[in-house]
């Protein structure tokens, strides 16, 4: 079982410029979610998904886009990459949203933006 | 003000011995989470707390609802214990303290 797979591991961005994060999971997991995670601060909800087709916003949604076509895939897109979205991101899926849930996170993505 | 706090922010003990880690929240929740980050990065879940105790080998956590209270316990510490210990507490959505970071000296 591969579990969350994240793409890329690195990645360094110019301002303005847009990307995707790619985040897929084989364990037919319908909660799905992204974070970033910056210093001193711990890891903030971006988005999150309870399953294909349905999306919603977290903590920090501004600058950022997502969407769900299907379980497996819940990809993160930039717009117009600002320094100030320099971060470790991680996406994370589980069997549903409660309190009987454990999480699988991926192994992250550094991202800076110059 | 964040709505999980950890303690300690940085903890350094020697092997072998026994390490309590805090978490307090200030909102009713339905499940509590202890994650270890290793040094490369990456993110496991450890337990999932919504009442009392869990015990996974040398790693006890409790959980005290009505105090808001949560504790992460290492039993005989390890060298390869050395880890960052994230609390996340889950209501509409998850919110994560921001981490206390482990280091066991041999």
Known sequence: NAGVTQTPKFQVLKTGQSMTLQCAQDMNHEYMSWYRQDPGMGLRLIHYSVGAGITDQGEVPNGYNVSRSTTEDFPLRLLSAAPSQTSVYFCASSPGQGANYGYTFGSGTRLTVV | ?106
């Open chain 2, 1 to 106: 003000k964040n709505e999980v706090e950890q303690s300690p922010q940085n903890l350094t003990a020697q092997e072998g011995e026994f390490i309590t880690i805090n978490c307090s929240y200030s909102v009713g929740i339905s499940a509590l989470h202890w994650l270890q980050q290793h040094p490369g990065g990456g993110i496991v879940s450890l337990f999932m707390l919504s009442s009392g105790k869990k015990k996974h080998g040398r790693l006890i956590a409790t959980i005290n609802i009505q105090e808001k209270h949560s504790s992460l316990h290492i039993t005989a510490s390890h060298p390869r214990d050395s880890a960052v210990y994230i609390c996340a507490v889950l209501w509409s959505d998850m919110r994560f303290g921001a981490g206390t970071r482990l280091t066991v000296k041999p």
